[in-house]
């Protein structure tokens, strides 16, 4: 699998540039799924007209649906277990791009795992993972305490799926999250253990088997490398 995690979407030409290197082929040709899972764990995000903005490619500022897509799939992974497999995996097989909404990424990541779409993830070495926030941060093996929200039944930590070997600041310097500094982001990462990087909406971070690359038109930081 191939990840382009960003905190705000395809906010940028150069975040776009990469998009188009991870794709075989132009994004008006590419079968998309649409999986706003993330957003319903939420209060800010979900249940409501943001997660409706976001499947309707109506997410102003933070393009990812809208992009201009040959096909647009929409994949519920909370309705995957009432199903059966051969319902809905035949759509991610041949899905070239999985678009991962924000929300929260311990509710995300619980129900990437209890829905078996996380099963299917070594099958897909040439998919495109283009998350988003939380869609982002699932990836990683940790979120920090600072960004857990939702908790599972019985209780949980602050452990997602482990995709890629570092952990994700995201929305650095955001002017409607006054907290999100760098100076919180250096405090966040003394408790991870860890390599990590804080990044800015108009950053992205680029995971192939060739390594990780970090596309910026903003500001972002390695931390606890």
């Given amino acids: ?43 800010w995000v979900g249940p409501g007209v943001k997660a409706w903005e976001f499947v309707a490619g109506k997410e102003e500022g933070n393009p990812m649906v809208g992009l201009g897509w040959r096909s647009m799939g929409l994949l519920e992974l909370t309705a995957l277990p009432s199903l059966p497999a051969e319902g809905w995996q035949p759509a991610v097989r041949d899905a070239d791009v999985l678009l991962f909404s924000g929300g929260d990424a311990v509710y995300l990541s619980h129900w990437v795992r209890e829905s078996g779409f996380a099963d299917l993830l070594p099958e897909l070495t040439d998919t495109v993972w283009l998350g988003m926030s939380a869609g982002s941060m699932v990836t990683t093996p940790r979120i920090g305490q600072e960004f857990v929200g939702w908790q599972p039944p019985g209780g949980g930590d602050d452990s997602t799926l482990g995709l890629v070997d570092f952990s994700i600041f995201p929305h650095l310097d955001h002017p409607a999250l006054p907290t999100n500094t760098l100076a919180a982001a250096e405090t966040w990462a003394t408790g991870l253990g860890g390599p990590a990087y804080a990044i800015d909406d108009d950053t992205a971070i680029v995971v192939t088997d060739g390594g990780v690359e970090v596309v910026s038109e903003g500001t972002w930081k390695a931390l606890a490398m």
Avoid: E, W
């Fill in 1 to 43: 699998m191939k990840f382009l995690l960003t905190s705000g979407g395809v906010t940028n030409p150069s975040i776009r540039s990469a998009l188009d290197g991870l794709l075989d082929k132009p994004v008006d040709q590419c079968t998309a799924l649409c999986i706003p899972t993330g957003m319903y764990g939420h209060p």
